[in-house]
């Protein structure tokens, strides 16, 4: 798992780190944060999302998981 600290110690993380974390594919990730529509930092040709981001898609897949268990989707 990579961290970038990048501006005052605020973490950021790179989508192949969050595909890690989520353990989902690339291209939903993608989708999400296209949907999101979230500022992103450009680094050495990665686009870094912050933390806040992360923790909004882990809720978000979690959700989406549930309602799977549950049969409600």
């Keep these: 798992m990579v961290t970038f600290l990048l501006n ?7 989508i192949e780190t969050m595909r890690f974390v989520l353990q989902v594919p690339k291209a ?5 944060l296209r949907k ?3 500022d992103f930092v450009k ?4 686009h870094l ?7 909004n898609l882990m809720e978000l897949i979690l959700i989406e ?3 799977k ?5």
């Design 65 to 67: 998981k549930l309602y």
């Design 43 to 46: 680094y050495k040709n990665l």
């Design 8 to 14: 005052e110690d605020k973490k950021y993380y790179d």
């Design 49 to 55: 999302y912050n933390e806040l981001t992360l923790l």
């Design 28 to 32: 939903k990730i993608q989708r999400e």
């Design 36 to 38: 999101m529509n979230n």
């Design 69 to 73: 268990v549950d049969g409600r989707l």
